[in-house]
């Protein structure tokens, strides 16, 4: 990649910095080599630099430069870092272009684009700031994906959407036969911890058969809905932005939008449409599993009947809870797709976004399941449903 001496002479690198107005200008000469000497100005450079205090911008000059190699990228690299720490504009000016393509290509690195490789720590204020500022750069990304996808159902209501309903099918079979083993271990342990809480509680009251109406109501208005929905979001949320995520690095969705066929159309909707049908199975299978989980504590150590357990819970749901957690299953099914897909449509063009895309999925629909599940029930409480 460097550029060769068409002479056999050598002249010595050197670097000189001037000033025109508020415009640093750093003139780079001579033969840059890792083998020589001259090219370690660095720093003194750097001093020199400090003394323009009231420059505003830097500009690189290399009309004379002969040869170079890697050293002349490191001086290059280490000086336009010093630039973004002190906030001075940065123009390329004359540099080469192999040098100008070498450079974009180092700062296209996972470390520099998730931030990993910056040790330098920013003040408390600054770090706040930020984090509003990414909030409301999000939330406006959340909403202009959701209305994308609003104009997509209404693409497909009229027909006139590219629906593969190829990935429509398997998303439903990943969604619900493939998803019953973990949803229902982990139901059963709930509905486990919940009638041994309850009955170590109910115990001292002689109203051990109580357990039941503990158990069933907690399953299927709250618990039922809001751990299959975690359940969801750290298996099936992840999975989107994983699956999407590598369709954009591989360029992929770029492929589809040459072909004008929308990503929401193709993949989202099939995603969004399956989970949503199949989470409302999905948690009256786990209310069912967590139940039982709650019934053998009751028929283990209270010595309930299981007639009598059977009996109880009965009576204790009504159509009302029933409804309820469906109606919550169906939200949270909304917000696992949503988050899912939207982390992977947004993704970098890398192995790390890919992961941090996952990951932010995952963080992103836990968060908003358990906001949503405090929303309803405050709703309830105001409705008297």
Known sequence: MAKTSSSSSIVPAEAKLSQSGDELILNVTGDWSLHASEHLQAQAIFSELEKHSGAKSLIFQADRLGSWDTSLLIFVNRIEEWCREHNLKIEQGTLPAGITGLLALADEVPERKTGRGDAKRESFITAIGKTVLEGISEFKETVEFVGETVLSFGRILRGKAAFDWRLFWLTI???????????????????????????????????????????????????????????????????????????????????????????????????????????????????????????????????????????????????????????????????????????????????????????SAVVLAITWIVASDAIIDVLQQILKF
């Open 173 to 359: 079979e990943e969604c619900s036969a493939q998803a019953l083993p973990i949803a229902g271990l982990i139901s059963f342990l709930v509905g486990l911890i919940l009638g041994f809480v309850g009955s170590v509680q109910l115990k001292q009251f002689g109203a051990g058969i109580y357990v039941a109406n503990l158990v069933a109501v907690a399953m299927a208005r709250e618990m039922g809905a809001i751990m299959t929905g975690i359940i969801m979001a750290g298996r099936t949320g992840a999975a989107f932005a994983a699956q999407i995520g590598t369709m954009k690095v591989s360029e992929e969705v770029d492929a589809l939008r040459t072909l004008a066929i929308s990503p929401s159309d193709f993949l989202v909707a099939p995603r969004l449409i399956a989970l949503c049908l199949m989470m409302p199975l999905l948690v009256l299978y786990a209310d069912a599993v967590g139940i039982l989980g709650g019934a053998v504590v009751g028929v283990g150590t209270l010595g309930i009947s299981w007639v009598q357990y059977w009996n109880q819970t009965l009576g204790a749901m009504n159509l009302a809870d029933i409804i309820t957690g469906l109606l919550k299953s169906a939200v949270f099914g909304v917000i696992v797709a949503v988050a899912g897909c939207q982390k992977g449509i947004q993704c970098g063009n890398n192995a790390a976004a890919v992961g941090n895309a996952a990951t």
